[in-house]
């Protein structure tokens, strides 16, 4: 299936089946807002949860905040976001739409490398196992003129980024002839910058001195924090502090679904260390945070890092990972390190100290930070979109069916036990709700008793339920049910007592956590 025809089928899923519905949908939607259903909710909580248990509850160094979303105005001035958190943005003439200059550029560049990509799986198929990629990729004329291409348009392109010269990243997308998508023309306006954050009003005056900003990240509300933290915490550094909540920015551009949201949800850790120690903590958290990922199942192919090209302005190091989304690997999460600059930037425009006294070291200092920085959004995105399936099966006299199947990982899974009377009378819907009420307790469950079993099955395959328990008239007698596993479509007639420990199998954190 065409990549974007899978895209868009995910979309239509997640709203069909109560994950995801556009803002203010009666009145036409809200663009890039989006909210989350009994279903999207669910699965969103779940993410938080492996997050937060893998952070706060397995590291005895890190601990949890919640912290406003309205924080005072200087807090944006100090770390920069008023002079700094732009988007250089460009419009097409033609056909009105606008665009992130720096995005078109490097979508320009993914296409370029796309090229080289498919030279190297063409040779790779002629060649088998004798196939050397690493000579090939150092002799072949074609994918040489390419690799020349990109390392041109990056000496370019990052010099633009570094020194904001907007007329120079005009100029890369002249010279390189994009075009716009929608209208097919090169009909560019220049390029501008565009502040990102959004502002309003606090109190009853209407004067500039009132005006306040809903945070663009959560990350300040932890920088200002850190010495209450510390101090009451009696924290050692090295020391973390986790943060889930809002963040909004004023995107451009907002075509993605809920990968670009103009009002979004972040997952942060700030990471307080000795100054010169920030290197191996870097290289440490990127490791931790790409098992995290990769313990999930999703695909150890669905991930790759990403060396910024251009380093924010508060960062000596910052790496991104990378996932498969359906139209192609884009940014997850950001790993970061951040310096000193925020808290030194808050001790001068504060006016206090925010220094931390080393006992061990005897001096005081300002600690370094590194951050790791997941949108819980696209976190879902990722979820979502890789445990999309469309199968054809064959039934037992030969006809074939056709079925989607959300295979989330079991632990994440909305609902995790589906608990389904074969019919509606003969006390089965009695003997399945006393079933129902012992396993809510531990369990996610639902109880269906209209339409056929293989309807109830396919409406949970749908949602990604990982169990059906079915309850027949045997069960009445010998206290047995079938259970059904979502993948294999697998089922077994177990005993009704061990029905916890067999679901606590799969859908426990404690064993996912265990792989961490
Ligand atoms: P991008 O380059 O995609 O705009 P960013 O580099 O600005 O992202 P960060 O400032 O590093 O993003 O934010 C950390 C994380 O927050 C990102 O990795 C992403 O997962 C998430 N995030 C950022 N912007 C958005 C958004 N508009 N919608 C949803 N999630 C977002």
């Known amino acids: 299936m065409a990549s974007e025809d899978l895209f868009k089928k995910i979309i239509a899923h997640a709203k069909e089946y109560g994950f995801i519905f556009p803002s203010s949908e009666i009145y036409d939607g809200l663009g890039a807002v989006y909210d989350y259903g009994q279903n999207g909710v669910e699965l969103k909580n779940n993410i938080k949860n492996y997050w937060w248990s893998a952070m706060v509850k397995l590291n005895e160094e890190i601990v949890g905040l919640d912290s406003a979303i309205f924080m005072h105005p200087t807090v944006w001035k100090a770390s920069g976001h008023v002079n700094a958190f732009n988007d250089p943005l460009i419009d097409n003439k033609d056909s009105k739409k606008r665009y992130r200059a720096d995005v078109l550029i490097e979508d320009h560049r993914a296409k370029i490398q796309a090229k080289i990509d498919k030279e190297v799986e063409k040779a790779k198929a002629k060649f088998g196992d004798t196939f050397d990629e690493a000579q090939f990729l150092a002799t072949n004329q074609r994918v040489l003129e390419n690799q020349a291409k990109i390392d041109a348009l990056n000496k370019r392109f990052v010099s633009a980024l570094e020194t904001d010269n907007l007329e120079e990243l005009k100029q890369i997308i002249i010279d390189c002839e994009i075009v716009c998508p929608i209208s097919g023309s090169k009909n560019w306006t220049d390029v501008r910058q565009f502040n990102l954050m959004f502002d309003t009003k606090i109190g009853s005056l209407s004067d500039d001195a009132n005006v306040i900003y809903l945070r663009p990240e959560t990350a300040q509300g932890i920088f200002v924090n850190y010495l209450n933290v510390q101090k009451t915490g009696r924290m050692k550094i090295p020391f973390g502090i986790a943060q889930i909540g809002k963040a909004f920015r004023n995107e451009i ?53 990403h060396n910024h090209d251009k380093l924010a302005h508060y960062a000596n190091a910052a790496a991104d990972v990378e996932f498969e989304f359906p139209f192609g690997f884009k940014e997850l999460e950001g790993i970061h ?60 006299d030969g006809t074939t069916d056709q079925r989607v199947v959300l295979r989330i990982p079991p632990q994440l899974a909305p609902v995790k036990v589906a608990v389904l009377p074969l019919m509606k009378k003969d006390g089965l819907p009695e003997m399945a709700r006393e079933i129902m009420k012992e396993l809510q307790f531990d369990f996610n469950c639902q109880y269906e008793e209209k339409d056929t079993i293989g309807r109830r099955y396919r409406r949970h395959d749908a949602i990604g339920t990982p169990f059906c328990i079915t309850i027949d008239h045997q069960s009445l007698e010998d206290k047995t049910v079938t259970i059904r596993y979502r993948d294999t479509m697998e089922q077994e007639r177990v005993e009704i007592k061990k029905l916890p420990e067999i679901i606590d199998g799969l859908v426990s954190f404690k064993n996912l956590l265990k792989k961490l």
Do not use: C
Not at 282 to 302: D, S
Not at 362 to 373: D, F, L, Q
């Open 253 to 305: 551009v907002a075509r993605q679904f809920i990968f670009r949201m103009r009002e979004f949800e972040q997952m942060e850790m700030q990471y307080f260390v000795k100054p010169g120690d920030e290197m191996h903590w870097y290289e440490k958290w990127k490791a931790t945070r790409m098992k995290w990922h990769k313990a999930l199942g999703l695909g150890e192919n669905k991930y790759r890092f």
């Open 337 to 396: 390190s951040r310096t000193d600059f925020d808290l030194k930037n808050h001790q001068e425009f504060s006016g206090k100290k925010l220094q931390y006294f080393d006992n061990e070291a005897n001096e005081s200092y300002v600690p370094y930070v590194v951050e790791t920085s997941i949108g819980l959004d696209r976190m879902f995105l990722a979820v979502l979109s890789s445990a999309y399936f469309e199968e054809t099966l064959t039934k037992e």
